[in-house]
C-alpha cells in the first residue's frame, strides 16, 4: 500500500514511511499553511511512532521553526495544547489501523487542516528549501494534564461520584489521563485488557471478539466500560450490560447537554439529530472531520459537530455543569465519554 494523503492525514506501511517522504510532507505543510508560533509534536504507542516522531521533529527545525516535543500522548490534547500556544501540531499516529502501518495528522493553530490546506500540501511535496537553524526542541509533559484539567473544571469533582467505570486500556495513549480524568471526576475506576503490544482497535466498526470481551467485563458490575482508538480522538462506551452504544448516539447527547443549537454530521450518522427534535439545525456532510469542520465554521453559533465514530467536536464556548468548556475544534474522546455519563448519573 502506497502511503496516501488525504481527510487522515498521510498514512501507509511503516516501511514506506521513509525519512525523505516524512520531511516533504512536513517541509510542505509548514510552508503551505498557517504555523503561528511553533510545531508541536505528540505520538502514539506504536512501535514506529518515537522514530517517526524524531523525523518530524528533525524537519521542523531544519525549516527554521521552534519545535515542542509533547512525547506520547492523546491527539486531541497535543491540539489542545498546540491551540492554547497559537501554534502549529504533527501527531505521529495510524489512528485505529493496524501497527504495520502509521501516519501523520496535522494542525493548524486553529485545529485541524481543511480541504484546502490538504490541497496545498500536496502541491508544495516537490519544493525543497535549505535548511535553517533553530533551537533545541523543548520537552512539554504539561499537554496531557491541560486536557485533563479541562474536564475537571467544566463537569466538578463530583460529575461521576458513585459511578463503577471499567476502562479498557489496550494500547490507547489516551489509556492513562482517561482513567486519571474519570477518578478526578469521582468515579471508581478500573483498568482492564492493558496491553503493551499495539492493538487496533475501531470505535465505528467493534469487532466481534472485542463486544465479547466487553460483555465478560459488563458482568462484573460496572456502571459503564469506555476506552478510545489507538490516538485517543475517538471514544467507545458501553452500557451496564456492555452493550456498544454508537458513536453518533454519544455525539447527539452531549450535543444536546452542551446546548448546541445546531450539530453538523456526516451522512453516515444515524438520522437521530432530525428524529429528536432537540436541535434547531442539523447540518449533513460528505464524510470525514474536514467537511465537518468546514460545515461548523460555516454555520457559526453554538454549533458542534460528531462523526459515527464518536469523535467530537466542539464550536463555541460552552458552560458545563460546574464551570466554563472553551472551543475545541477537533475530534475529542473525552468530552463525547463524560457527558453522556454524568447525564446519566
Not at 499516529?93 to 502509521?102: K, L, Q, V, W
Not at 535553517?132 to 496531557?144: I, K, M, N, T, V
Not at 460529575?159 to 492513562?176: E, N, T
Not at 486519571?180 to 469487532?207: H, Y
Request: some cysteine.
Amino acid at each position: 500500500m502506497a502511503p496516501k494523503f488525504g481527510t487522515s492525514g498521510l498514512r501507509g506501511l511503516v516501511t514506506e514511511l521513509t525519512p525523505e517522504l516524512v520531511t516533504a510532507h512536513v517541509a510542505a505543510f509548514l510552508r503551505a499553511c498557517p504555523v503561528g508560533t511553533g510545531l508541536y509534536v505528540g505520538r502514539d504507542l506504536r512501535p514506529s511512532s518515537p522514530d517517526l516522531a524524531a523525523m518530524v521533529i528533525a524537519a521542523g527545525r531544519a525549516a527554521g521553526f521552534a519545535v515542542t516535543d509533547c512525547g506520547a500522548l492523546p491527539t486531541p490534547a497535543l491540539a489542545l495544547a498546540a491551540m492554547d500556544a497559537g501554534a502549529s501540531a504533527v501527531m505521529v499516529t495510524g489512528s485505529h489501523i493496524p501497527a504495520d502501518r502509521n501516519g501523520l495528522k496535522f494542525y493548524t493553530p486553529e485545529g485541524e487542516i481543511t480541504k484546502a490546506h490538504e490541497t496545498a500540501i500536496l502541491t508544495g511535496l516537490e519544493t525543497v528549501s535549505p535548511a535553517l537553524p533553530s533551537p533545541e526542541p523543548r520537552l512539554d509533559a504539561g499537554a496531557g494534564p491541560t486536557w485533563v484539567a479541562r474536564y475537571v473544571t467544566a463537569f466538578g469533582p463530583q460529575a461521576l461520584a458513585g459511578m463503577r467505570i471499567g476502562v479498557y486500556s489496550h494500547s490507547s495513549v489516551a489509556r492513562d489521563l482517561m482513567a486519571e480524568t474519570l477518578a478526578a471526576l469521582g468515579a471508581e475506576v478500573a483498568d482492564l485488557g492493558r496491553s503493551e503490544q499495539f492493538i487496533p482497535v475501531d470505535t465505528e466498526a467493534v469487532d466481534a471478539a472485542t463486544r465479547a470481551q466487553l460483555a465478560a467485563w459488563a458482568t462484573e458490575g460496572f456502571d459503564a466500560l469506555v476506552s478510545t482508538d489507538g490516538d485517543g480522538d475517538r471514544p467507545l462506551m458501553t452500557d451496564a450490560t456492555g452493550r456498544v452504544i454508537p458513536g453518533d448516539v454519544l455525539g447527539q447527547i452531549t450535543a444536546a447537554a452542551l446546548g448546541a443549537e445546531t450539530v453538523v454530521t456526516p451522512v453516515s450518522s444515524n438520522t437521530g439529530a432530525e428524529a429528536s427534535g432537540r436541535f434547531a439545525r442539523v447540518i449533513r456532510t460528505k464524510i470525514g472531520s474536514p467537511f465537518v469542520i468546514a460545515a461548523m465554521q460555516a454555520a457559526g453559533g453554538k454549533v458542534a459537530g460528531y462523526e459515527a465514530n464518536g469523535g467530537f467536536l466542539l464550536g463555541f464556548a460552552a458552560q458545563g455543569p460546574a464551570g466554563p468548556l472553551p472551543a475545541l475544534m477537533t475530534r475529542d474522546s473525552l468530552l463525547p465519554l463524560i457527558a453522556p455519563l454524568a447525564a446519566a448519573k
